[in-house]
């Protein structure tokens, strides 16, 4: 199943995929040291990954070369995100990378993909975009809301938020294993990420991953199973419309952040979260 449309299981899936991924991007921004809690959320993916290969296929040869350009990709992400949550709020730097990364999807498909949208099902990615990227905004003062170290740091995140979806979408179509295809994809990010933060801490790293490990092993065990269950989506649907529906994270990133970190949840908020639900609606009920 390759249409444009998605059926009731996807959208489910998807939407519990963009829970656990808000909740593991509220521990990250919690964290005092973010590398180390990145680091040990993809080994902890990584120790999952390999206990999943014993269970499934290998994934085509094909598939290997998307393999490793999304472990690459990913790096450059979490680089990105770090430098997002260092000089950003979680409620300004997630719906701006997250916002921008489909809509760019959306527009790469028919070239790259091969996935046309009809005009209505084009609209409702737009219009959910509109409505994330208004959730950037806020309720901040003018002066406030233009922080462009973290703005920039943002857009690239969401350039590779993009660049690792099309990535993903397309390898785990030619993988013919997309149990596999995951597995391995969280092993190279395990074993990638590992090198970057022992680069960097030196060698202080193992001693560092030993104290406070367990938010950052829920945390990373959230991230699998929430990326895990997109990529697996992106087999049985079109993948523009799933990056988009996977972006309602926003919202309920917005809702932890009024109900457990006491951030404010107003009028604007909730009608950005009006448009968002809208451009989900028109998603799925629209026909290519």
Known sequence: MTTSSLGPLVTG???LAALLHASWNAILKTSTDRLRTTCLMNMTGMVVGLIILLFVKAPAPLSW???????VIHV?????LLGSYRF???????PLARG??????????????????????????????????SLASGQRKLNERFKWEAIMMALATGL????????????????????????????????????VAGWVHGRGFVSALIVNWRLPVIAGL??????GIVIWCYSLGAIAPIAALRETSVIMAAAIGAL?????????????????????????????
């Open 160 to 195: 590779t938020i993009a660049a690792y979806t099309v990535a993903d979408g397309l390898g785990v179509r030619h993988s013919h294993s997309p149990g596999g295809y995951i597995a391995w994809l969280f092993v190279l990010n395990g074993m990638t990420m590992s090198v």
């Open 100 to 133: 921008v990364a489909p809509l760019i999807v959306a527009m790469l498909s028919p070239s790259l993909i091969g996935e046309h949208l009809g005009p209505a099902q084009f609209a409702g990615v737009a219009l959910l975009c509109l409505g994330i990227l």
């Open 222 to 227: 959230l991230a699998m199973l929430a990326y």
């Open 76 to 80: 450059g992400y979490f680089i990105f």
């Open 260 to 288: 457990l970190l006491h951030e404010p949840f107003g009028a604007r908020r909730i009608l950005s979260a009006s448009f968002c639900a809208i451009g989900i609606v028109v998603i799925n009920l629209a026909r290519a």
């Open 88 to 94: 950003g709020d979680l409620s300004q730097v997630y």
């Open 65 to 71: 070369i998307y393999l490793v350009l999304s472990a």
């Open 13 to 15: 899936l998807v939407l």
